[in-house]
T-cell receptor
């Protein structure tokens, strides 16, 4: 069975702090995709990143960075120098290469205070 | 950039009534999906649709639900005899290719369904 666990329900930081959102996944598939989505208070799902299971290189995009470690089945997301606009719910997700459905974690609600 | 559009953004319906949620996928996309998010909870897969038939569905997608592509542009989710627990945000998504190809699913902004 596939499962995505985001153990942090809520995180609260002060602006300019760095914050890491944890994601641990379970799958028996040898190939799969991992995703992060942002859901602001307005409710839409904003795609942030997709990572193929073959590619364990870490990625940086501006203030965002992702650490994929297959050995520990983790795909953590770090926001550097957080801003108030980063306040949202962040979802980690998993999809098999041969599957139609995306499995989402429960989400981590991030509060960034000014 | 082309996007998936969903209408209405908010739908209020009396319990027991039927509701149809509408989605216009990206024009060259061939695979369509519905997901549901009950308030404060995770996003859950409902169904995928390709070539005018369901390709995969979850245990949530029971006989109360149906999907249809009534014309060349719309993709609809029908919920019959709505219940209070059907209140949720419903997301439509589409992808150009299927799971065998490296194609992302693009999500719409969602329709918030409130059952009274």
């Amino acid at each position: 069975a596939q499962k995505v666990t985001q153990a942090q329900t809520e995180i609260s930081v002060v602006e300019k702090e760095d914050v890491t959102l944890d994601c641990v996944y379970e799958t028996r598939d040898t190939t799969y995709y991992l995703f992060w989505y942002k859901q602001p208070p307005s409710g839409e799902l904003v795609f942030l990143i997709r990572r193929n299971s073959f590619d364990e290189q870490n990625e940086i995009s501006g203030r965002y960075s992702w650490n994929f470690q297959k050995s520990t089945s983790s795909f953590n997301f770090t926001i550097t120098a957080s801003q108030v606009v980063d306040s949202a719910v962040y979802f980690c997700a998993l999809r098999s290469t041969g599957g139609f459905k995306t499995i989402f974690g429960a989400g981590t609600r991030l509060f960034v205070k000014a | 950039e082309p996007e998936v559009t969903q209408t209405p953004s908010h739908q209020v319906t009396q319990m027991g009534q039927e509701v149809i949620l509408r989605c216009v996928p990206i024009s060259n996309h061939l695979y369509f999906y519905w997901y549901r998010q009950i308030l404060g909870q995770k996003v859950e897969f409902l169904v995928s649709f390709y070539n005018n038939e369901i390709s995969e569905k979850s245990e949530i997608f029971d006989d109360q639900f149906s999907v249809e592509r009534p014309d060349g542009s719309n993709f609809t989710l029908k919920i019959r005899s709505t219940k209070l627990e059907d209140s949720a945000m419903y997301f439509c998504a589409s992808s150009e290719g299927g799971p065998e190809r490296d194609q992302p699913q693009h999500f719409g902004d969602g329709t918030r369904l409130s059952i009274l």
